[in-house]
T-cell receptor, first 115, second 111 residues
Framework: GAGVSQSPSNKVTEKGKDVELRCDPI?????LYWYRQRLGQGLEFLIY????????KSGLPSDRFSAERTGESVSTLTIQRTQQEDSAVYLC?????????????FGPGTRLLVL | SQQGEEDPQALSIQEGENATMNCSYK?????LQWYRQNSGRGLVHLIL?????REKHSGRLRVTLDTSKKSSSLLITASRAADTASYFC???????????FGEGTQLTVNP
């Protein structure tokens, strides 16, 4: 595709429910990243995929957060038993490879609100 | 904790003026990147400067990097109202491919 796409654009859920956020990276990009951005703050790294494996998942804040990637393409970030502090914009990015100087291209994000 | 810290947190200028934003970081880096974000959504990559570079230009953007002071600056010349956005620096340190972002500078350019 032309760019990184994410769905849904917005998600409102009740505390305790599970949510799934989807990311479609740029075709051919082997590296995929998830970040979280709370209101008025910078981005926090969550997890990085190279192909379908996740060599760095050190940013996941708790075991309620998990992510997977299939077919070296689509990735899903799942948050179980959502809490109000999970409210944020979740941003996905992809790059050609894990090279240290590869530009990361970002999707528009999913705005999650937990009531 | 955030690697980069931008200052100022907010900057308001008139159209046509230059805008300078600064970023400091704590650990050694491979490169430093600047991103722009409109309305809290997707980020747009502006410019990447490598650790062995001191200055880089792209259109109205000028980025400097001082690795001895662990700091970078982004200069936008002849600003336009459309430049209104949040600007973030991000570093790619030796420990992996993740980017570590600062808190950002909110730039407002008044017409």
């Amino acid at each position: 595709g032309a760019g990184v796409s994410q769905s849904p654009s917005n998600k409102v859920t009740e505390k305790g429910k599970d949510v799934e956020l989807r990311c479609d990276p740029i075709s051919g990009h082997t590296a995929l990243y998830w970040y979280r951005q709370r209101l008025g703050q910078g981005l926090e790294f969550l997890i990085y995929f190279q192909g379908n494996s996740a060599p760095d998942k050190s940013g996941l804040p708790s075991d309620r957060f998990s992510a997977e990637r299939t077919g070296e393409s689509v990735s899903t970030l799942t948050i179980q038993r959502t809490q109000q502090e999970d409210s944020a914009v979740y941003l996905c990015a992809s790059s050609l490879g894990p090279g240290l100087q590869e530009t990361q291209y970002f999707g528009p994000g999913t705005r999650l609100l937990v009531l | 904790s955030q690697q980069g810290e931008e200052d100022p947190q907010a900057l308001s200028i008139q159209e046509g003026e230059n805008a300078t934003m600064n970023c400091s970081y704590k650990t050694s880096i491979n490169n430093l990147q600047w991103y722009r974000q409109n309305s809290g959504r997707g980020l747009v990559h502006l410019i990447l400067i490598r650790s062995n570079e001191r200055e880089k230009h792209s259109g109205r953007l000028r980025v400097t990097l001082d690795t001895s002071k662990k700091s970078s600056s982004l200069l936008i010349t002849a600003s336009r109202a459309a430049d209104t956005a949040s600007y973030f620096c991000a570093t790619d340190a030796h420990h992996g491919s993740r980017l570590t972002f600062g808190e950002g500078t909110q730039l407002t350019v008044n017409p």
